[in-house]
């Protein structure tokens, strides 16, 4: 499947292939096709690597070439090999599979969507980006309910999911209270219309209060995130944010194992170590196949009321961290007051107009149009799945 030159080639009769080679598929195992879940070397969708000097040239064979997600697995591609510290120049060369080649694909990803993924109540067309960080209190809350917000704005449908089951914040940030409702044995996401969109949520304090959700300790906590994916009433969203707690926990990888296609959207602070926690990022993301879909700086500049901007924290660690994982910086949120007292006010600063709102909306630009735009292009891989599955299914309607 793949091959290799160094620059100086092994005498005849004795194969030494570059070592590099495998560290460069190595870096590929965290280019995940988001629709099919797993990752394209595994879905043989790496056709070669040849390296030629400092440059890597990387042949990658799409299901179809019209593909939608085609720049997007050329980018991530480019991004993560990009980031090797030997790799000097990247090239992707890109063509489509034949017959064959497609049916193997489509035969792994139903293997795998078999053998891995549970049910769960999210649909295949929704987009599902998880808020991480390595370390704790960096504003993932604050970045979830804003971004989610700034979505809804745009109009679409989108489920927030506070996986932070016991330092729940979402409810707060967002305002909203009120306890869950079942719905033939699942749980109803509290709803709230915002702009021309709706923005639907389910987090531990519609179900408890705090002092109740300590008892559930250790009763629930693996259980739970799972309940909120699978034994609930999403409805049809275009996006599922996921609210993370700190860390790289459990929580993390029951993830990966439960909805395997979750996109990881990274968020840091300038001054923390950036390859430290880029690379647990990175290690998590590869251990668990959740691809790293960008990153995100909060807490960046500070402007004062006299129009001096200070980095309070340094600068650029954001930018730092989104190229030594190969991906991009999707925004930067400046340190500013409003963004803390609007959560405690329950009123999320990407609600109403602003400069904050404004740096809100433009992530959320960039996330619909092009880190993580809706998948809506027919004859794609995931489509294919579907209708290959469809008509295996009446066909054995028929049969029978
Ligand atoms: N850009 C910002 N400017 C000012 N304050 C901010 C900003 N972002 C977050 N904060 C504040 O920092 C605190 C931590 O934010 P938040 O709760 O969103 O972080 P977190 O990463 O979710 O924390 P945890 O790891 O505890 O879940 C909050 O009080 C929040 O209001
Ligand atoms: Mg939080």
């Known amino acids: 499947m793949t091959s290799g030159s160094s620059p100086h080639p092994p005498p005849v009769g004795e194969a030494r292939p570059d070592p590099r080679v495998d560290e460069v598929l190595e870096c590929l195992r965290s280019v995940i096709d988001p629709e099919l879940g797993d990752?394209?070397?595994?879905?043989?969708m790496v056709r070669a690597v040849t390296i030629s000097g400092d440059d890597v040239t990387v042949d990658v064979a799409l299901t179809i070439a019209a593909c939608p997600l085609r720049a997007q697995i050329e980018r991530d591609v480019r991004g993560h090999?990009?980031?090797l510290d030997w790799v000097r120049g990247v090239e992707v060369r890109v063509a489509s599979m034949d017959a064959e080649e497609r049916a193997a694909v489509m035969a792994r990803a139903r293997w795998k969507a078999?053998?891995?993924?549970?049910?769960?109540?999210?649909?295949?067309?929704?987009?599902?980006l998880a808020i991480a960080s390595g370390k704790g209190g960096v504003g993932k809350s604050s970045v979830t309910v804003n971004l989610g917000v700034a979505l809804a704005r745009r109009g679409f449908t989108v489920g927030i999911l506070d996986a932070d089951i016991w330092g729940f914040s979402v409810p707060r940030l967002l305002g909203m209270e009120g306890d869950v409702e079942a719905r033939q044995g699942k749980m109803v996401p509290l709803e709230q219309t915002v702009g021309a969109g709706l923005v639907r949520v389910l987090s531990m304090g519609f179900l408890a209060d705090e002092e109740q959700a300590i008892m559930w300790r250790g009763l629930v906590l693996n259980r739970a995130v799972q309940q909120f994916l699978q034994d609930a009433h999403w409805g049809d969203l275009d996006y599922l944010l996921i609210d993370l707690p700190p860390g790289t926990g459990d929580i993390q990888m029951g993830l990966a194992r439960l909805l395997p296609r979750t996109e990881l959207l990274v968020v840091t602070t300038p001054p923390v170590a950036a390859q430290k926690v880029a690379a647990r990022?990175?290690?998590?993301?590869r251990r668990g196949y959740l691809r790293v879909a960008g990153v995100i700086e909060n807490m960046s500049d500070f402007t004062c009321e006299h129009g001096t901007t200070y980095a309070l924290f340094g600068s650029g660690g954001g930018e730092r961290l989104a190229h030594s994982l190969g991906v991009p910086l999707v925004g930067s949120?400046?340190?500013?007051?409003d963004l803390a007292a609007a959560g405690d006010a329950g009123t999320p600063v990407a609600a109403a107009g602003g400069e904050?709102?404004?740096?809100f909306a433009e992530m959320a630009r960039t996330i619909a149009e092009d880190v993580a735009p809706l998948i809506e292009a027919e004859g794609c891989s995931a489509r294919l799945v579907q209708r290959v599955e469809a008509a295996v299914a009446r066909g054995e309607a028929e049969a029978g």
């Open 114 to 128: 078999r053998e891995d993924a549970p049910e769960t109540a999210v649909p295949a067309r929704t987009r599902v």
């Open 356 to 359: 904050l709102a404004d740096v």
């Open 39 to 44: 990752t394209i070397v595994d879905l043989g």
């Open 333 to 337: 949120i400046p340190l500013h007051p």
């Open 81 to 83: 090999v990009a980031a």
């Open 281 to 285: 990022a990175a290690d998590m993301a």
